[in-house]
């Protein structure tokens, strides 16, 4: 049985454990166990990013993550990727004639953490609008679409370059603590002194294996489908349309139309596939907004989009358990928040404190350590 020794075993070879291991590999060895044949095979690989600063309808803490990540996405250091990580693309939120308050909320939670936006007209911009949609619409500036494979390998690579490991097929079976870590797998034992918990959807899982409090972390079910245009229409040019009261977005995507239903069905950690039900939705969203027919669906699949109660990430060493670290709970975020949390990781694991721009931006760590989620289980029991 292979026997391997690091500084930090990383479980899970998504975005999260691959910024993590990213930041952390310039100054130690590091190893990525990956379960599936390929990283990013569940969540980070189904990602149809966009990078928004106003993300969640203006979320402070949110915001904060995707402007600390800004510089490096739109300026990877020298070699990282051989193309633009980020490529601009307009962003308009529309609503219903009678339904314009929802964007005047919008505006007021985008203005109160700078994030500038103008009311237009969306019919002007995106003629194919339906009627109930033209009118006013809302446009939020600074939007771009995300290279995801392009970052995910970017990251994958550095690891390699720098001397760590990235295992795939290497299943988690057990964890122990003896002097550090000692991490059964289908690949064999590793060991180290810190372990990093970036499982995704099966972080409570790896938890429970190292007899650890889990963070009831949810996994969310989101089905995209892609649908083809009429012969000769380009859609190249188009802005994302966010559906400010449904929760929905459409995109180009290479000469087709790309389209969310925003569903968010709490599933078991899973492959998980679309249901019918939410594929229909898409295409109806995709209609109601549109002049478009939706004659055929291409292709459609779905994700896991994993949170915790209250949405935001968790970054941190349990507070009970010495040497596992929390990294979970970025569902949706992960992508557009990736180099911030990878920082950040680093320098909670070294015992720096929160990076300074991320301070100077009104990060705390309580607001993404494991602590917070604890103290409201203990709470909500208290108050039962």
């Not at 494979?149 to 299943?171: P, S």
């Not at 594929?279 to 459609?300: C, E, F």
């Not at 950040?344 to 931006?361: H, N, S, V, Y």
Request: charged share 20%; proline share 6%.
């Amino acid at each position: 049985m292979t026997e391997k020794t690091a500084d930090i075993i990383i479980i899970g070879g998504g975005i999260a454990g691959a910024s993590a291991g990213y930041e952390l590999c310039k100054e130690a060895k590091v190893i990525i166990l990956e379960k599936e044949a390929v990283p990013a095979y569940h969540t980070t690989g189904r990602s149809s990013a966009i990078f928004q600063l106003g993300y969640n309808k203006g979320d402070p803490l949110l915001n904060i993550l995707v402007r600390a990540s800004a510089n490096f996405l739109y300026h990877p250091p020298a070699g990282f990727t051989d193309h633009p990580l980020l490529t601009p693309r307009p962003m308009i939120h529309i609503a219903t004639k009678d339904n314009q308050a929802i964007l005047d909320d919008l505006e007021a939670r985008l203005d109160a953490i700078d994030v500038p936006s103008a009311f237009i007209d969306g019919g002007d911009l995106l003629p194919i609008l339906s009627e109930d949609y033209r009118g006013r619409a809302l446009q939020e500036y600074g939007a771009a679409d995300i290279d995801v494979n392009a970052l995910h390998q970017g990251y994958l690579r550095a690891i390699r370059a720098a001397g760590g490991e990235v295992i795939t097929k290497a299943e988690v079976l057990g964890l122990q603590r003896h002097e550090g870590w000692q991490v059964r797998s289908s690949k064999g034992l590793f060991t180290a002194p810190i372990v990093i918990n970036a499982a995704g959807a099966w972080v409570d899982q790896i938890a429970a294996m190292a007899d650890v409090t889990p963070i009831n972390i949810q996994p969310l079910r989101r089905t995209v489908i892609l649908s083809p245009l009429s012969d000769g229409e380009n859609c190249d040019d188009w802005p994302v349309i966010m559906g400010a009261a449904e929760g929905y977005y459409f995109k180009p995507d290479s000469g087709k139309i790309l389209m969310t239903p925003g569903d968010a069905t709490c599933v078991a950690p899973s492959d998980v596939q679309p249901e019918e039900i939410d594929i229909a939705y898409g295409a109806h969203y995709l209609s109601q907004a549109t002049n478009l027919r939706v004659d055929r669906i291409d292709r459609s699949w779905a994700g896991l989009r994993n949170h915790v109660t209250d949405g935001h990430p968790v970054a941190g060493f349990d507070p009970d358990v010495p040497g596992f670290f929390w990294l979970a709970g970025q569902g949706g975020f992960g992508i557009k928040t990736a180099p911030a949390m990878g920082r950040l990781t680093a320098a909670l694991i070294k015992g720096c404190g929160l990076p300074q721009d991320m301070r100077d931006l009104g990060l705390t760590a309580d607001q993404v350590s494991v602590e917070r989620l604890h103290n409201h289980i203990i709470e909500n029991k208290a108050h039962a």
